[in-house]
Each structure stands twice: as structure tokens, then as C-alpha cells.
């Protein structure tokens, strides 16, 4: 029984995996397809890549989304990090209830509703103070950096909740303000939750098509809007080379990432094995 249990466990394993990853690697092996029809192979070629890179409107809508994903992850970890800080370590205050369904509203909200009031927002604004001038890369911005925050916000506060906070309160005893306690004791136990707040935030924003849709305007082209309006005329190689660069990309931030953490875990253990022993 135990043996076909397992079989049936491995196989949906594989199943499972083989769902999630073969579509990825058909479009990076089809990225150096010779022909132009993007599921018939006809040879191996690097020409699509130097297409893509000879493609000035793709190369400046991805270069708009790297900087607004960069932006909006640095900003949303700005502001998502003191709200998890005070929904974890604040308890019961006069208005949680209202602060937490305003962190927790972007994340349940629909994209058309939170693209279509947003873009009201800066119209009134416009109109009242004169800012913002224009729809653009500043307003993608801010909207992503909107709902981008309310993730890193979930991220920090579920960290916090689930760390030891016998070590804050041994400084606090030991006479340390609350300032030296975050940078010095907090901070780099949570590096890694903010580390990965920033990185989803970062991929939500490079994902985004249809809050930008509502917020961009000429010349703040991303590159989610520019694949759409390439794809709906049909797919081409391009597009198959460019989300290749793209998995690498992605790859390699999250190979650096779970190295940088890794290491940080690491020291954290050195530090308490070697506290443990001086005790």
C-alpha cells in the first residue's frame, strides 16, 4: 500500500514540476529557433537575439520596466517594512482594525478597480494642484509602489511574528533604545523576509500590464504593454528570446539572493552558537 502511495506521489511530483517547467524551457529552446514560426524548428540560430537587441521600442520599454520594478520594490520596502513592524510588534491600538484592512485591501482588490481609481486619483490631482503633469513613469510608480507595499508589508509582519523576541527584550533590559535595538538586533533578523518582499515586489511590478495600462502615458511604455501589443499580431521569435533573458535575469537575482541569504543565516547561527558557549 506504503509503494503505491509513493509511486502516486512521485508521479504527481513529476507531473506537477513537468507543468510548471516545460512550457519554460520549450520557449528558451525555441529562442534560438532559425524560422519565424515560433513551433516548428527549423535550426539553431542566434539571430532573434540580435533582432531583439536592434529593436529600439522593445529595448526602452524594458529599460522603463527595470526602473520602475527597481523604484517600486525600493519604495514599497520603505513603507511595507515600519507597517509589518507595527501590525507584529504594536498589539491592539485604537484603529488596527482600519490600518489592517487598508494593508490588506490592494491585495484583494481587483486590478481593473485599483488601475481605474488610481488613474481618477492623479486626474483629480492634476486638476487641483497641478501634479502630476501627465500620466508617465512617476505614476507607475506610485501605483505599483501602492500594492507592492501591502505584500512587503504581509511578508515583514509574518517574519516578525514568528521570531523570538526574548533577544529585543534582553537589550531593552540591558538599557538600548528602540532605534539601536531595530538597526542593530531586528534588522538583520529579518533581512531575508526583506530581501524577499523586495524581490516579489520587484517581480509584481515587472509583471504588472493592466494597473500600468491605466497609469502610463506616451512614452512610459513597460515592456508587459509593449509584449501584449507585439503578441495580439501574432508571437514572434523576439518574444521567445527576450523572456529567455528574462528567466536569466530573474535566475541569477534569485541565486544571488539565497546566497546573501544562506550566509546571513549562517552568521546568525555562528553568532548564537558562539553566545551559547561564552554563557
Avoid at 529567455?244 to 544562506?262: N, R
Amino acid at each position: 500500500m506504503s509503494g503505491k502511495r509513493s509511486t502516486f506521489l512521485i508521479s504527481a511530483l513529476v507531473f506537477g514540476f513537468a507543468f510548471l517547467y516545460v512550457p519554460i524551457l520549450l520557449v528558451i529552446v525555441y529562442s534560438f529557433n532559425e524560422g519565424k514560426l515560433v513551433t516548428v524548428w527549423a535550426g539553431f540560430s542566434t539571430k532573434w537575439y540580435v533582432s531583439l537587441f536592434n529593436n529600439d521600442g522593445m529595448i526602452d520599454a524594458a529599460w522603463n520596466s527595470l526602473r520602475i520594478g527597481v523604484m517600486s520594490a525600493t519604495l514599497a520596502l520603505a513603507l511595507g517594512t515600519p507597517a509589518g513592524l507595527v501590525m507584529s510588534r504594536f498589539g491592539r491600538f485604537k484603529g488596527r482594525t482600519l490600518f489592517s484592512g487598508m494593508i490588506a485591501a490592494p491585495l484583494v482588490m481587483p486590478e481593473v478597480i485599483t488601475g481605474l481609481s488610481l488613474l481618477l486619483l492623479f486626474v483629480t490631482l492634476e486638476q487641483l494642484i497641478g501634479w502630476p503633469a501627465g500620466r508617465g513613469l512617476s505614476t507607475i510608480t506610485i501605483a505599483h509602489t501602492t500594492f507592492c507595499a501591502a505584500y512587503v508589508a504581509v511578508v515583514v509582519q509574518s517574519r516578525l511574528s514568528g521570531m523570538d523576541i526574548s533577544v529585543e527584550e534582553a537589550a531593552m533590559d540591558l538599557g538600548a533604545k528602540p532605534g539601536k535595538i531595530f538597526f542593530v538586533i531586528t534588522l538583520p533578523m529579518i533581512l531575508p523576509a526583506l530581501m524577499a518582499g523586495w524581490l516579489l515586489s520587484f517581480t509584481l511590478s515587472l509583471d504588472d500590464l493592466v494597473i500600468a495600462s491605466f497609469v502610463a502615458g506616451p512614452g512610459s511604455t513597460t515592456l508587459p504593454m509593449k509584449v501584449f501589443s507585439s503578441v495580439r499580431l501574432g508571437v514572434s521569435p523576439e518574444i521567445n528570446a527576450l523572456a529567455t533573458l528574462i528567466i536569466l535575469a530573474v535566475s541569477i537575482l534569485i541565486v544571488i539572493a539565497s546566497i546573501l541569504i544562506l550566509r546571513s543565516e549562517r552568521l546568525r547561527n555562528r553568532a548564537a552558537n558562539g553566545g551559547a558557549e561564552a554563557t
